[in-house]
C-alpha cells in the first residue's frame, strides 16, 4: 500500500503516467470538437471519407486519431444522442494502443468501443468486437450501427446456425460482431473446408474483448472443441456408476476439494473387482476403459452437485458456469465426466465425443496483431494478462466520483447464523425502502436464500441459471424502492441497475400490455412476435427495425410492399413507446431521488467467491456514475473458501478476538486475511491455467503447421506440382531410412515399402542395391521412372481433374490423419503425469512424444497420398453404374466435378491392391479390447488398419 503511494508521489505508476499521456490528447479532442458542432452533416461524411482515404494510403492511425475521436463524438451525439465523457476518451485510446481498460459499471464502455472500432475499421482489414453473449452482440451492433453507417462503414454480426453465405458477408464488413466461441469455431470451420471458397474468416488484424476478465481469464481453462460421435460404450459408464454408488469415503477412496480429484485406496480397488468379478481391474491395459469410468463416476458422485456445478433441465445435464451463473447450453464436460454425471442422475447417457478440431481461446485470441479489452474489474489479474496475452491494464477514472461504502466482512461460525443475519439485514433494508441485492455463489444457496425470506414474507426476485430468460428484466428493475432481488453471482451483465428503476423496462412492459391498435394485413407477419422484437431493439429506427426484422426472419427485402407495412408499424409502435418513456422518465427520476436518500442500492453478500473479481462485480452494481451505495459480505467458517483456504488462521484470529458461538465479528483485519486467501486461489488457477497453456502450445505449433499446410493445399494454383513434390519427398525419405549412412541397409524391406505406395516397377531398382553405394544414381531413376508414371496419370485424368484430385485426396488424408493425431495426443495427455514417479518432467515428455508422433503423422500423411494417387483412374458414367455391384473399391465424386466428365475411382488401399475380406460378428468398438488378444485397445491394435 505505501509502495503504491510512493509510486504515484514519484510519477513512476505506469497507470498514472498512462492517464497524463491521454488527458493531453483529450484537450486536442476537445478543441476540435467544438469545431466539428458548427459543421453539416455532409462535411462530417467527407471527412470520414478523407480519413478512411488516408488511413488505406499507409498513414499511421496513431496520426488519425484526434480527428478521428472528435468525428465519432460528434457522429454518435447526432445520430444515437450520446455524446462521449472526457473518461470515455481516455477509455478509447487505451483500446486503441492494445490494452485493457477497466471502467466500472455504468461508464459505458459499448459507446467506449466505437472510438478505438471506427479508428481502426479504417484501414479496411476488419475488426472484431468480442461479446459475452448472442443478445449483446446483436444489440451492440443494431445500437451503434447509425455511428458506423454515417460513417460509410459496414457492420457484421456472427451467431449460431446463420446461413454461410450470410456469415461469409458479417466477415467482409468492415465491423464485425459476435461471441468468442462464434470466432472460435468459425476459424477451426475454416480450417476443415475442402475449398478455399468455403472459408469465411479473412484476417485476425485488431480485436475488441468485452467483458475481457470473463473470455479470456475464466473461460481460458475450457477449449474449444468440434467433436463427433466415437464409438464408445455407453454402458460402460452405467455399469461404472453402479460401483461407484457403493463405494465409501475414507475406506475405498479419498478427495481432494482443492484439487476435485479422487483417488481409490488399495481396499477400494479390491472392492471395485470383487463387485465386477473382475480380477486385475486396475492392472489389465484391456481393462482400463471401465476403471477410468469408475473414477469419474466417483467424481460426479462426491465433487459435483446438483443445482451447483450443473443443473438438469428437460431430461439434459447443463453445466452451470460457476462465474456467471448461466446456463451453458450445448456445453459437455470432457474425458468422460459428463457421461458419468448423466449416469448419476439417471438420464439419458450421451455417447463420448471424438475430437475433430480444437483450439483455446488463450492461443486463437493471441493470434490477433492487436488485442484489446474492456471489463470493470481487471486489475486482480493484472500479472494473467500480462504475462499470458501482453496485454496492459489500464484503471480509467469515473466520469462521477465513486460515494459507495464498503464495509467490513461480517464473520460467524457457522452457515445457519450466517444466513439468519442476512435475512434480518435483508429486512431492514426492506422496512425502510432500499432495494437489496443479495449475491450468492451457488443456485442451491439462492434458493435458500428466497426460502427464508418467503418466510418472512418479503417480496422478492430470485435470478439464477433456473430463471435465465428473465436475466434483464430483473436486474434493470432491481433499484425500485423496497425491491429485494436474490442473484447467483453476477448474472445480468449487459444490463444497468438504475436507482429508481429503468424507465425503458418499464414503458416495454406497459407498451406490451397496452399495444396500440394496428391493422395486421400482411400475410407472413407475427404480431407477438414483432412486439417482442420491437422490445428487443427499441433504440432503433423504425427503418432500422424493419430492414433487421425482415433479414433475421429472412422474408423479403427492402423496398417491398412489406418493408413500408413494417416500416409503419414499427414507427407508430416506437411513437406510442416514447410517450410511456417520457411518463416513466419523470416517474424514476423522482423514485431515483427517493432511493438515494436512503443510502442507495445496498449489495449484500452471502459468501465470498475464489475469486476477487467475482466479488467486485457484485459490488460493482452499486454505486454507479457518482449514486449512493453500500455493500456488505456476510461469511461463516463454514464456507467453502474459508474451511479449504483460510480457516486454521481466520479461526486463531477470531479465537483471540474472543469470538463466541452465535456471534460475529466485523474487522478489517479479517477481511484482509480472506482477502489473502482468495489470492491463493486465484494464483492456483493462474498455475493451472499456464499449465494448460504451455500443453497446449505444445499442440498450437503442431496446428499452426497442419493448418499453414491446409491453407497452401487450399490456394496453391499449382497443386499438381505440389503433388509431385510430396512424392518426390516421400522416395528420399524412403531411401534414407533404409540405407542409413551408418548401419546396415535394408534393400528387401525397402523394395516391400517401394512396391506397397508405387506399385511394381521402381522397386526392382532398389532390390539390386546392397549398399549407399550408387544410391543416388538408384534414386534419380526411381525418380524419372515415377514421375514418367505421374505425368501420364495427370494426363489420364485431365489436368483440371487430376489438380481436383490431388487437393482433395492431400486434405483427405491429412484431416483423417489430424483427427486421429488429436485423439493420440489426448490419451498422451493424460498418461504422461505419472512420468513424474520416474523423475522426469512431464512436460518435456510430452513435447518429445508429441514431437515423434506428429513426425510418424506427417510421414503417413504423404505415403498415403502417393499410395492413393498411383491407385485412381478415370471411369465413366456407364462404368460406374455397370460395375458397382461388383466392384472392389471405392467410387467418390470429387467435389466441383460434374458426373459427365468422369470420376475418379479409388482402389482399395494396400500393397498389392487385393480386395479386404468381408468381416462377419458383432462390431469391434475403437476403444474395446483387441480381440486378437493382444491387450491393446482396438484402434491402437488391428483397429489401425480399419
Known amino acids: 500500500m505505501i509502495w503504491n503511494k510512493l509510486k504515484k508521489a514519484l510519477g513512476l505508476d505506469p497507470n498514472e503516467r498512462a492517464l497524463r499521456k491521454y488527458e493531453a490528447v483529450v484537450e486536442q479532442i476537445n478543441e476540435l470538437s467544438e469545431e466539428l458542432e458548427a459543421r453539416g452533416e455532409d462535411e462530417l461524411r467527407a471527412m470520414g471519407v478523407r480519413l478512411r482515404e488516408r488511413a488505406r494510403d499507409g498513414e499511421d492511425l496513431a496520426d488519425l486519431l484526434v480527428e478521428v475521436f472528435a468525428l465519432v463524438r460528434e457522429v454518435s451525439r447526432r445520430t444515437i444522442g450520446l455524446r462521449h465523457y472526457d473518461v470515455q476518451l481516455i477509455g478509447g485510446m487505451a483500446l486503441h494502443d492494445g490494452r485493457i481498460a477497466e471502467m466500472r459499471t455504468g461508464e459505458g464502455k459499448t459507446l467506449v468501443a466505437t472510438l478505438a472500432v471506427v479508428l481502426n475499421a479504417l484501414s479496411g482489414e476488419g475488426v472484431h468486437l468480442i461479446t459475452v453473449n448472442d443478445y449483446l452482440a446483436k444489440r451492440d451492433a443494431a445500437w451503434m450501427a447509425p455511428i458506423y453507417n454515417f460513417l460509410g462503414l459496414s457492420v457484421g454480426v456472427i451467431y449460431p446456425y ?3 453465405e450470410e456469415r461469409y458477408e458479417a466477415y467482409r464488413a468492415d465491423i464485425t460482431y459476435g461471441t468468442n466461441s462464434e470466432f472460435g469455431f468459425d476459424y477451426l470451420r475454416d480450417n476443415m473446408v475442402m475449398h478455399a471458397q468455403q472459408m469465411v474468416q479473412r484476417s485476425h488484424a485488431y480485436c475488441i474483448v468485452d467483458e475481457v476478465d470473463s473470455i479470456l481469464v475464466d473461460e481460458a481453462r475450457t477449449p474449444l472443441i468440434i467433436s463427433g460421435p466415437s464409438d464408445d460404450n455407453v454402458e460402460l459408464y452405467v455399469k461404472a456408476d453402479g460401483v461407484a454408488r457403493q463405494l465409501t469415503e475414507g475406506s475405498d477412496y479419498g478427495k481432494d476439494e482443492k484439487e476435485r480429484n479422487v483417488a481409490l485406496t488399495e481396499a477400494g480397488i479390491q472392492r471395485c473387482e470383487d463387485i465386477l468379478k473382475m480380477p486385475g481391474l486396475f492392472s489389465d491395459a484391456a481393462k482400463s476403459e471401465l476403471a477410468h469410468r469408475i473414477v469419474q463416476a466417483l467424481k460426479a458422485h462426491r465433487l459435483f452437485q446438483r443445482d451447483v456445478d450443473y443443473v438438469v433441465k428437460d431430461g439434459e445435464i447443463v453445466i452451470v458456469d460457476e462465474f456467471t451463473g448461466r446456463l451453458m447450453v450445448g456445453r459437455r464436460y470432457s474425458d468422460g465426466l459428463h457421461q458419468a454425471i448423466e449416469a448419476k442422475e439417471r438420464v439419458k447417457v450421451g455417447r463420448e465425443s471424438q475430437t475433430l478440431a480444437t483450439i483455446t481461446l488463450q492461443n486463437y485470441f493471441r493470434m490477433y496483431r492487436k488485442l484489446a479489452g474492456m471489463t470493470g474489474t481487471a486489475a486482480t489479474e493484472a500479472e494473467e494478462f500480462k504475462e499470458i496475452y501482453g496485454l496492459q491494464v489500464v484503471t480509467i477514472p469515473t466520469h462521477r466520483q465513486m460515494v459507495r461504502q464498503d464495509f467490513p466482512d461480517v464473520i460467524y461460525g457457522t452457515t445457519l447464523e450466517k444466513f439468519g443475519a442476512v435475512a434480518d439485514d435483508v429486512e431492514e433494508c426492506h422496512k425502510r425502502g432500499q432495494p437489496v ?10 434458493e435458500r436464500v428466497s426460502k427464508l425470506l418467503k418466510a418472512r414474507k418479503i417480496p422478492h426476485q430470485v435470478l439464477n441459471a433456473k430463471h435465465h430468460e428473465k ?6 428493475q432491481a433499484g425500485h424502492l423496497g425491491a429485494v432481488t436474490v442473484a447467483t453471482n453476477m448474472a445480468g451483465r449487459g444490463t444497468d441497475i438504475m436507482l429508481g428503476g429503468n424507465p425503458e423496462f418499464l414503458a416495454r412492459e406497459r407498451l406490451l400490455s397496452d399495444r396500440p391498435s394496428l391493422d395486421w394485413t400482411v400475410k407472413g407477419l407475427d404480431e407477438e412476435d414483432v412486439y417482442a422484437y420491437f422490445v428487443r431493439y427499441s433504440n432503433l429506427q423504425a427503418e432500422d427495425l424493419a430492414r433487421n426484422y425482415l433479414r433475421d426472419r429472412r422474408l423479403a427485402g427492402e423496398g417491398g410492399s412489406t418493408f413500408e407495412f413494417l416500416s409503419g408499424v414499427f414507427g407508430r409502435i416506437k411513437k406510442a413507446y ?3 418513456l417520457e411518463v416513466f422518465r419523470s416517474d424514476c427520476q423522482g423514485e431515483h431521488d427517493k432511493v438515494a436518500a436512503l443510502g442507495g442500492l445496498a449489495i449484500i453478500g452471502t459468501e465470498r467467491h475464489e475469486s476477487r473479481r467475482i466479488d467486485n462485480q457484485l459490488r460493482g452494481r452499486s454505486g454507479r456514475q457518482g449514486d449512493a451505495g453500500m455493500s456488505r459480505f456476510y461469511l461463516s467458517l463454514e464456507d467453502n473458501l474459508l474451511r479449504l483456504f483460510g480457516s486454521e488462521r481466520i479461526q486463531g484470529l477470531m479465537g483471540r478476538l474472543g469470538m463466541r458461538d452465535g456471534e460475529a465479528i466485523e474487522s478489517g483485519m479479517l477481511s484482509k486475511v480472506i482477502e489473502s486467501s482468495q489470492h491463493k486461489v486465484e494464483q492456483m488457477h493462474f498455475d493451472i491455467r499456464k499449465q494448460l497453456l504451455a500443453y497446449d502450445n505444445v499442440m498450437n505449433r503442431q496446428r499452426e503447421a497442419v493448418y499453414s499446410e491446409r491453407q497452401t493445399i487450399l490456394n496453391d494454383g499449382e497443386i499438381v506440382d505440389y503433388g509431385w513434390g510430396v512424392i518426390n519427398g516421400v522416395i528420399a525419405e524412403l531411401l534414407d ?16 515399402r ?16 546392397d549398399s549407399r553405394e550408387g544410391l543416388e544414381l538408384v534414386r534419380e531413376e526411381i525418380v524419372s521412372f515415377l514421375k ?11 489436368p483440371e481433374i487430376a489438380q481436383g484430385l490431388v487437393r482433395y485426396v492431400v486434405l483427405n488424408t491429412l484431416d483423417d490423419a489430424w483427427r486421429d493425431h488429436l485423439l493420440a495426443m489426448d490419451e498422451l495427455r493424460r498418461g504422461i503425469g505419472l512420468r513424474a514417479i520416474g523423475q522426469k518432467d512431464p512436460l518435456l515428455e510430452y513435447q518429445f512424444e508429441s514431437y515423434n508422433l506428429f513426425q510418424e503423422m506427417m510421414l503417413r500423411v504423404r505415403e498415403s497420398f502417393a499410395e492413393q494417387f498411383f491407385r485412381v483412374r478415370v471411369v465413366t458414367e456407364d462404368e460406374r453404374h455397370s460395375k458397382r455391384h461388383v466392384s472392389e473399391g471405392r467410387d467418390f465424386q470429387l467435389p466441383g466435378f460434374g458426373p459427365g466428365a468422369g470420376t475418379p475411382e479409388d482402389l482399395p488401399r494396400g500393397g498389392e491392391g487385393r480386395p479386404e475380406p468381408v468381416r462377419k460378428g458383432p462390431r469391434v468398438g475403437r476403444n474395446d479390447p483387441c480381440p486378437c488378444g493382444s491387450g491393446k485397445k482396438y484402434k491402437h491394435c488391428c483397429g489401425k488398419a480399419s
Open 437 to 446: 441485492l443479495v449475491g450468492t455463489t451457488s443456485i442451491e444457496n439462492s
Open 578 to 580: 416514447e410517450t410511456h
Open 788 to 798: 514418367a508414371r505421374y505425368d501420364k496419370k495427370v494426363e489420364e485424368l485431365t
Open 162 to 164: 446463420m446461413p454461410p
Open 737 to 752: 531410412r533404409y540405407f542409413p549412412e551408418e548401419g546396415e541397409p535394408d534393400a528387401a524391406r525397402a523394395a516391400a
Open 471 to 476: 436475466e434483464a428484466h430483473i436486474v434493470a
Open 754 to 769: 517401394i512396391r506397397a505406395i508405387f506399385g511394381s516397377g521402381s522397386d526392382e531398382l532398389v532390390a539390386k542395391l
